[in-house]
């Protein structure tokens, strides 16, 4: 039997790739709004369970506190500096353009991304046992059985026949499509 070329190696795996990349970017797009959706859930619910919710609210409090402390101490600043020496002397953090919150503090955004990032890790982990997550992993082993299969191979004939058996098994296709006729106008 003569063994396959790299060209036709390269044919078909891009012929597997063009049939199931566009299946498993559709399952992954449900995966992402189910996983968007279990992670809001989850968040709420694993702050307050870990304790955060209430240190979170806390440090809200705190901040509206400091923010509205802040402006005011700017607008005291700015007033103050009624003669020209003064202006030219105020410091940037008093001028309300160029003042900056000190960014190496830990803020509630800080506590509310890092509990959405556990909270993320546990959505993805109950998505795994719903139907779309376990779909997704159907596809992707069936992509890379095809795949494997196809380097394994030695003729390109008797790898057609195992290719279309695999498919037609998995995703109800056949590897060999025949072309829809063009409609004419």
Avoid at 11 to 39: D, G, M
Wanted: glycine share 2%.
């Amino acid at each position: 039997m003569p063994k396959m070329t790299k060209y036709q190696l390269d044919h078909f795996c891009s012929k597997t790739n063009r049939t199931y990349n566009p299946l498993i970017e559709e399952q992954e797009l449900l995966v992402k709004q189910f996983t968007t959706e279990a992670t809001n859930r989850a968040s709420k619910k694993l702050a307050v369970k870990i304790g955060a919710q209430k240190i979170m609210d806390h440090l809200k409090e705190a901040e509206e506190m400091l923010t509205k402390a802040q402006s005011s101490a700017q607008s005291f600043f700015e007033k103050k500096a009624s003669t020209k020496e003064r202006k030219e002397g105020l410091k940037s953090n008093f001028d309300k353009d160029s003042y900056r919150y000190d960014d190496d503090k830990i803020t509630l955004e800080d506590c509310e991304d890092q509990i959405r990032v556990w909270a993320k890790a546990l959505a993805s982990q109950e998505i795994k046992r719903r139907p779309e997550g376990k779909q997704l992993a159907k596809l992707e082993v069936a992509k890379q059985d095809e795949l494997d299969t196809i380097m394994e191979s030695e003729a390109p004939s008797a790898l057609i026949a195992e290719l279309d058996k695999k498919r037609q098994k998995v995703i109800g296709l056949s590897w060999n499509t025949e072309p829809k006729a063009i409609a004419q106008e």
